[in-house]
């Protein structure tokens, strides 16, 4: 099954259109894989990394970095404060647990693996990143470069001016000994 076929709320064409909306997509999808091995595997302790990966894993077609990906996800939870973290064990808090038995949840209609979405998503999106940093990069570069060219610049308007200004000091001086007669020797 493809990502096409996934039942979702969110119109696939929304998650072409706008790469936000699709990482929040998949981020959502992550959250909930997660909740639901945490509830499934009811671990008074919590459930460590492993249990959480192999338990997903047969129920999900998952990438080849999934247990990277899932230390990711599960690192930001915890500093959510929706996951605790005990020893190398996670398990839900019991606040986000309340919440969650207090909201309307909509039932899964498949339950058989599923098929991750493609890794050109991901694959995407640090593309995307790394593209963007490479112009922002650029851009500063550039930015430096046209800063430091306006400063020479600057500077030697700097000195054109200060020269000038030497310039007719002199010939006022001159301009004066000419006008009250006396006489000036130029030597070159």
């Keep these: 099954m493809d990502t096409s076929q996934m039942k979702s709320p969110v119109s696939q064409i929304d998650l072409i259109r706008n790469p936000m909306m699709k990482a929040h997509h998949f981020i959502s999808w992550y959250n909930q894989m997660i909740y639901d091995a945490l509830s499934s595997l009811k671990e008074p302790n919590g459930s460590d990394t492993s249990t959480l990966v ?3 894993e047969q129920r999900h077609e998952v990438p080849q970095n999934f247990r990277r990906l899932l230390s990711s996800r599960l690192r930001r939870l915890v500093q959510q404060d929706k996951l ?17 038995k207090t909201a309307a949840t909509p039932k899964q209609k498949h339950v058989g693996p599923r098929q991750f979405p ?8 640090a593309e995307e ?6 112009y922002k ?7 430096s470069f046209v800063a430091a060219e306006a400063a020479k610049e600057a500077e030697r308007v700097s000195k054109m001016e200060e ?7 002199i010939y006022k001086d001159l301009f004066d000994k000419c006008s009250h007669g006396e006489i000036v020797l130029l030597t070159a």
């Design 54 to 56: 192999n338990f997903i």
């Design 84 to 100: 605790e973290k005990i020893e190398n064990s996670y398990r839900i808090k019991k606040e986000v647990l309340e919440k969650s």
């Design 118 to 125: 493609n890794n050109a998503y991901l694959g995407d999106t």
């Design 129 to 134: 990143a790394a593209i963007t940093a490479a």
């Design 137 to 143: 990069v650029a851009e500063a570069e550039n930015k």
């Design 163 to 169: 020269d000038s200004d030497n310039s007719l000091q």
